[in-house]
């Protein structure tokens, strides 16, 4: 007992120190350099996976059900697998302001009998929706949800998306009604209404190139015909995000 701890205090006091200590040193800061190269890129990929979560949940409230349930479960099963590698695609920023007509700032939106309605039961996502009530009206012009978009790139893709639904009584008679996507006045998407079933959400989606920069996106109904009608239609989460390099040969 007296010679291991004389040996100990010996050691520790003399030989110890530095016999032991380089061990424990080159040990102490063999394993931090080991497991330093490891975690840098884990809290490389996690200081990544951050700024890309974000801008997903922004767009949460916005894309909702199925584009969101995707994005999200992706960058979280990256960031506990550190074997993979950063998501090369884009974050995908929904360009449209206020898309879900849940935000406080209405006045992105330009409306002309166009009505944004509070009524969560209605609503595609969360508890507001653009409605279109046409009641006896030809259908043949007036109704505008508008929004002035800026800073596109010529050069690219763009995907339109948005959500819609038929609600209460509907009278077309023989006409045929639709909903169309305007940029600066050109047609780019138009959607026969369908008007079964009702209360029931159809996605709507096209894709085009931007002819300008800055354009005014507008959502109107038109309906064949000179008879009256009565529609009651709902629009709720607007998206427009770029999808990617625009063909070489546009169609
Ligand atoms: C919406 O945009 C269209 C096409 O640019 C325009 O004719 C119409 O006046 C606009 N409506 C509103 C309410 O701003
Ligand atoms: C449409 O107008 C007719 C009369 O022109 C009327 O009988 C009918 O109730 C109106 N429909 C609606 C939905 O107001």
Request: glycine share 6%; aromatic share 6%.
């Amino acid at each position: 007992m007296r010679w291991v701890s004389l040996c100990a205090v010996l050691g520790a006091a003399l030989l110890a120190p530095a016999v032991n200590a380089r061990p424990c040193q080159t040990r102490s800061t063999r394993t931090p350099s080991a497991t330093h190269s490891p975690t840098l890129p884990i809290s490389s990929i996690i200081s990544v996976s951050t700024p890309i979560s974000t801008p997903v949940s922004s767009d949460v409230s916005v894309s909702l059900s199925t584009p969101v349930s995707t994005d999200l479960s992706t960058p979280v099963g990256s960031t506990t697998t550190p074997t993979s590698t950063p998501t090369p695609e884009p974050t995908p920023v929904n360009l449209i302001q206020n898309g879900n007509f849940e935000g406080e700032d209405v006045s992105v939106w330009a409306l002309r009998t166009v009505t944004i309605e509070e009524d969560a039961a209605k609503a595609a996502s969360g508890s507001h929706y653009a409605r279109f009530y046409l009641e006896n009206e030809s259908g043949a012009g007036g109704n505008h949800l508008n929004q002035t978009i800026n800073g596109l790139d010529t050069s690219r893709l763009y995907r339109l998306s948005f959500s819609g639904a038929v609600f209460g009584l509907t009278d077309l008679g023989d006409a045929t009604c639709e909903i169309q996507a305007l940029a600066n006045g050109d047609k780019k998407g138009a959607w026969p209404i369908r008007t079964i079933p009702v209360g029931s959400y159809s996605s709507y989606d096209t894709n085009f190139i931007a002819d300008a920069e800055d354009f005014v996106l507008t959502f109107r109904i038109r309906c064949s015909g000179q008879n009256l009608v009565t529609l009651d239609f709902a629009v709720d989460d607007i998206v427009l995000r770029d999808i990617g390099t625009a063909p070489v040969s546009p169609v």
